[in-house]
């Protein structure tokens, strides 16, 4: 396992953006799958968007596609989740996750054995 760091939530407007960040110490985290998750009020938590090891594959949720994109820098061992034209439904704590046993990108949260804190992201209307 390894210890993961996010932030860059906040409040945003309807139709605003936000780059969340993920950030580990690991020297293997480049091997790893990273996902993002979030849990509304009252929800289960849920898929977002994932990424393979290199940045070579990425999948998303359909409820983000086209708005959110997820990246990589494996240099600085980071992660990132640039999220536009943001709706109050996009309202959650906001989750990156690694998989150590996966290289590539996965949508299931059991494929995945590292967490974040968690980053509060709420959108008014």
């Known amino acids: 396992q390894v210890q993961l760091v996010e932030s860059g939530g906040g409040l945003v407007q309807a139709g605003g953006s936000l780059r969340l960040s993920c950030a580990t110490s690991?020297?293997?985290?480049?091997?790893?799958?990273v996902g993002w998750f979030r849990q509304a009020p009252g929800k289960e938590r849920a898929f977002v968007a994932a990424?393979?090891?290199?940045?070579?594959?990425?999948i998303y949720d359909d409820s983000v596609k086209g708005r959110f994109t997820i990246s990589r820098d494996n240099a600085k061992k980071s992660a990132y989740l640039q999220m536009n034209s943001l709706k109050p439904e996009d309202t959650a704590v906001y989750y990156c996750?690694?998989?150590?046993?996966?290289?590539?990108?996965?949508?299931?949260?059991?494929?995945?054995?590292?967490w974040g804190q968690g980053t509060q992201v709420t959108v008014s209307s």
């Open positions: 996750a690694a998989a150590s046993g996966w290289n590539s990108a996965q949508s299931s949260q059991r494929r995945y054995d590292s």
């Open positions: 690991a020297r293997t985290f480049s091997n790893y799958a």
């Open positions: 990424i393979s090891w290199n940045g070579g594959s990425t």
